[in-house]
């Protein structure tokens, strides 16, 4: 605050000019393991929150989107039948129109939402119907459950924007490009080359997002074939 008062001209010096930072800033690496993925995808619909609020987090792990974005987002902007989503630039982080492809599980999700939202414009409308859900609600909605589900489950502590780290890191374990995968996060790129490549990705994006969702179910469905091994184990 004190240095834009001063990029202003409002000030001449600031007061924190000599002040130390309380911690060492560190940059978050939370990512969830295979097993926490199983553990949080299956869990969900026994934790305290509203069906919504999971969805709203399976999308989040599913398209690597921003919560903020994907709260915000309104049902005009989603197009179930080509399988797209456009994240207009006043919504974007960076300010710069994002098409988001849909892949299959992110469209049933999408299904799934439609008869929860109704007739409201917003995917995730709040309980007043005038404004959409918030950031702050999703983060409580999880903090209570990690007590209630998640910890039970073996999943160490995280954060609804772990989700998109999660997807992101996991998608270039499998041999996505970074580049692919950064044009899906929707990060701005300054570099000179930016400035010549027009090129949209939309393709590159899609397939990526398929592939990604074809690894999502496998390690979904391995959770579901590990417990049935285990409950046959425990038969025989």
């Not at 930072?21 to 990512?31: I, L, T, V, W, Y």
């Amino acid at each position: 605050m004190f240095n834009f008062a001063i990029e202003r001209h409002l000030l001449t010096s600031t007061p924190c000019a000599t002040v130390k930072a309380p911690a060492k800033e560190n940059q978050r690496d939370r990512c969830l393991s295979m097993d926490e993925i199983r553990a949080f995808w299956t869990g969900l619909e026994r934790a305290p929150m509203a069906e919504a609020t999971w969805i709203a987090l399976k999308l989040q792990l599913v398209t690597a989107q921003r919560k903020g974005e994907i709260l915000g987002a309104e049902w005009s902007e989603i197009d179930l039948t080509s399988g797209c989503w456009v994240i207009p630039e006043d919504k974007a982080k960076n300010a710069i129109q994002h098409r988001v492809p849909l892949s299959a599980l992110a469209l049933q999700l999408l299904t799934d939402l439609k008869k929860i939202s109704q007739k409201s414009k917003w995917l995730f409308p709040s309980e007043t119907g005038k404004t959409h859900l918030r950031g702050e609600s999703v983060d409580k909605a999880v903090r209570r459950s990690d007590d209630a589900v998640f910890k039970a489950a073996g999943i160490k502590h995280f954060t609804p924007h772990d989700l998109r780290r999660t997807a992101a890191t996991h998608m270039t374990s499998i041999g996505i490009p970074r580049l692919i995968v950064s044009k899906i996060l929707n990060h701005a790129d300054s570099g000179i080359t930016a400035i010549y490549d027009r090129h949209s990705y939309d393709t590159e994006k899609r397939h990526a997002l398929e592939r990604w969702e074809t690894e999502l179910n496998r390690i979904i469905n391995d959770i579901k074939l590990a417990s049935n091994i285990i409950q046959l184990e425990k038969i025989v």
